[in-house]
């Protein structure tokens, strides 16, 4: 099976700084990975995914990820961070048992924006 | 519409009552999941519905009874849960096929006394 292990599952950063969250995957075939980002008492929304087109996948506000195959990791970014991003972020890995999607997510790391 | 509806918002029920959850959605996706989502850890994957037959059962307890009537409307029903399943109850739909991306409804938040 299919799994992402996110390392840390706190990360704080002050506005303004570069945001670098983790995800490796471990995949005996090429994957379709997605960062999802969950606001408080929330359901998550969709920020990217990687679906092999391009190695460098733009998300919504501002993030983006790189799908790295020689160290098995699909970091995601974003340049500056901004108060309004402190959520918690699940990166997911898709695999397609039997004809449906079976997506199974990381432990997920929580974002916290210091003033 | 990239809306996934779900009700209701909160569920405060006992060990003896018998409840249902409701998620609706009408971007004509083909796919709908539950998921189950307890304090501070990731969603984990209860039922997968695929053109209205349900295709994923994750060991999940007979308690929970998942329910497709038609392509827009997905239900569980809930009888005699226990404690341990306070969570939050997290609907998703989708295309079918693992490329697509799944649209997640805000949540049931369920207490179980």
């Known amino acids: 099976a299919q799994s992402v292990t996110q390392l840390g599952s706190h990360v704080s950063v002050s506005e303004g700084a570069l945001v670098l969250l983790r995800c490796n995957y471990s995949?005996?075939?090429?994957?379709?990975l997605f960062w999802y980002v969950q606001y408080p008492n929330q359901g998550l929304q969709l920020l990217l995914k990687?679906?092999?087109?391009?190695?460098l996948v733009k998300g919504i506000n501002g993030f983006e990820a790189e799908f790295k195959k020689s160290e098995t990791s699909f970091h995601l970014t974003k340049p500056s961070a901004h108060m309004s991003d402190a959520a918690e972020y699940f990166c997911?890995?898709?695999?397609?048992?039997?004809?449906?999607?079976?997506?199974?997510f990381g432990i997920g790391t929580k974002l916290q924006v210091i003033p | 519409d990239t809306e996934v509806t779900q009700t209701p918002k909160h569920l405060v029920m006992g060990m003896t009552n018998k409840k249902s959850l409701k998620c609706e959605q009408h971007?004509?996706?083909?796919?709908m999941y539950w998921y189950k989502q307890k304090a501070k850890k990731p969603p984990e994957l209860m039922f997968v519905?695929?053109?209205?037959?349900?295709?994923i059962n994750e060991s999940v307890p007979s308690r929970f009874s998942p329910e497709c009537p038609n392509s827009s409307l997905l239900n569980l029903h809930l009888h005699a849960l226990q404690p341990e399943d306070s969570a939050l109850y997290l609907c998703?739909?989708?295309?079918?096929?693992?490329?697509?991306?799944?649209?997640f409804g805000p949540g049931t938040r369920l207490l179980v006394l």
């Open positions: 998703a739909s989708s295309q079918v096929g693992y490329q697509e991306t799944q649209y």
């Open positions: 995949s005996s075939v090429p994957p379709y």
């Open positions: 990687y679906t092999s087109a391009a190695t």
């Open positions: 997911a890995v898709s695999e397609l048992p039997g004809g449906y999607q079976k997506v199974t």
């Open positions: 971007m004509g996706h083909r796919a």
């Open positions: 519905y695929s053109y209205e037959k349900l295709s």
